[in-house]
């Protein structure tokens, strides 16, 4: 027998499930080790619709220092495309204790889609045999 209580319980269950297979749009990496020494974090949270804002934050490397970096389609080692022109990752300045951060726009990543962090020289064109460090960017659930 059809019962609205029953109904209202299967709805609200169905609507919980799609709630919880959602993406949150946040995706992070962990370079552990940068040839240049020191290592570096990527997170990225959701901006609006179409763009998010990547942090790239260097620790423990060498002083006052210059560090290009891109974010790439793929895995690592896949020789990947970059998601955006090289214009809109801003190098990264370390301070005197090796750290140092900066923020990207971004477009915004696709949930299901792998992509990469490379950290490299500035005065070369990345590949992903001459950087310094590379890491996976995985989503946050």
Do not use: H
């Not at 609507?15 to 990225?44: E, M, Y």
């Amino acid at each position: 027998m059809w019962s609205p209580a029953l109904f209202l319980a299967a709805a609200t269950l169905n609507v919980g499930l799609l709630a919880a297979s959602a993406q949150s749009g946040k995706w992070f990496a962990t370079v552990s080790q940068l040839r240049n020494g020191g290592s570096a974090d990527v997170t990225i949270d959701p901006r609006n619709d179409k763009q998010s804002r990547a942090k790239i934050t260097f620790r423990n490397g060498s002083r006052d220092m210059r560090i290009a970096w891109d974010i790439v389609a793929g895995n690592c080692n896949d020789q990947g495309a970059p998601i955006a022109p090289q214009a809109a990752f801003t190098q990264a300045q370390t301070q005197m204790d090796g750290g140092g951060s900066v923020t990207a726009v971004i477009p915004k990543l696709e949930s299901g889609k792998r992509y990469y962090v490379r950290v490299f020289d500035p005065q070369v064109v990345p590949n992903d045999q001459n950087v310094w460090g590379c890491a996976n960017i995985s989503e946050k659930p």
